[in-house]
T-cell receptor
Framework: DQQVKQNSPSLSVQEGRISILNCDYT??????FLWYKKYPAEGPTFLIS?????DKNEDGRFTVFLNKSAKHLSLHIVPSQPGDSAVYFC?????????????FGGGTRLMVKP | NAGVTQTPKFQVLKTGQSMTLQCAQD?????MSWYRQDPGMGLRLIHY???????DQGEVPNGYNVSRSTTEDFPLRLLSAAPSQTSVYFC????????????FGPGTRLTVL
């Protein structure tokens, strides 16, 4: 059973609007969460992360929100730009408490239309 | 810095053939990992290394071998390729740990017929 799930395989947004990508997890030992962005034929690149001691982390147009009670995190992109079109993966880890590795979700393909 | 490099970019094998996927990093990172990406499955950890001479299994290690003789290089060996190993393979490195921020290579797309 997947411990990290991204239930929306794809999302289409108009340029300039907000993109909201969602991620749910089941392992309560996860305490560190990351978002990666992946363009076709390239490796994933790190975007933003959040520790479980916080509920929000912001970096420019990107904000990640963490709701520990719901075991849910989301990535907000405001405003969305065509260059943001990519596949976004969320990942979680908990050190030795959760296998000492990153566990990835299945990814959401974001398409930002001009 | 070139970062993490992988060769080849593409490979087609027949069932039963063996091959080695190459990975190198020039960032002096202690931690290196191999992942495979399958549609809808995200990335899954195959093997990892916490330093030269030390390797361990990840989530999906069967059918793969690794070794780490230097800090820079971390090759992945497929001993007897199977169609189930058709996937995109990513090598990653990190200065902090296997469960921390990873820096990925561009990937190798492998098809096993």
């Amino acid at each position: 059973d997947q411990q990290v799930k991204q239930n929306s395989p794809s999302l289409s947004v108009q340029e300039g609007r907000i993109s909201i990508l969602n991620c749910d997890y089941t392992n309560s030992m996860f305490d560190y969460f990351l978002w990666y962005k992946k363009y076709p034929a390239e490796g994933p690149t790190f975007l933003i992360s959040i520790s479980s001691i916080k509920d929000k982390n912001e970096d420019g147009r990107f904000t990640v929100f963490l709701n520990k009670s719901a075991k849910h995190l989301s990535l907000h992109i405001v405003p969305s730009q065509p260059g943001d079109s990519a596949v976004y993966f969320c990942a979680a880890s908990g050190g030795n408490n959760a296998g000492n590795m990153l566990t990835f979700g299945g990814g959401t393909r974001l398409m930002v239309k001009p | 810095n070139a970062g993490v490099t992988q060769t080849p970019k593409f490979q087609v094998l027949k069932t039963g053939q063996s091959m080695t996927l190459q990975c190198a990093q020039d960032m002096n990172h202690e931690y290196m990992s191999w992942y495979r990406q399958d549609p809808g499955m995200g990335l899954r950890l195959i093997h990892y290394s916490v330093g030269a001479g030390i390797t361990d299994q990840g989530e999906v290690p069967n059918g793969y071998n690794v070794s780490r003789s230097t800090t820079e290089d971390f090759p992945l060996r497929l001993l007897s390729a199977a169609p189930s190993q058709t996937s995109v393979y990513f090598c990653a490195s990190s200065p902090e740990g296997v469960a921390d921020t990873q820096y990925f290579g561009p990937g190798t797309r492998l098809t096993v017929l």
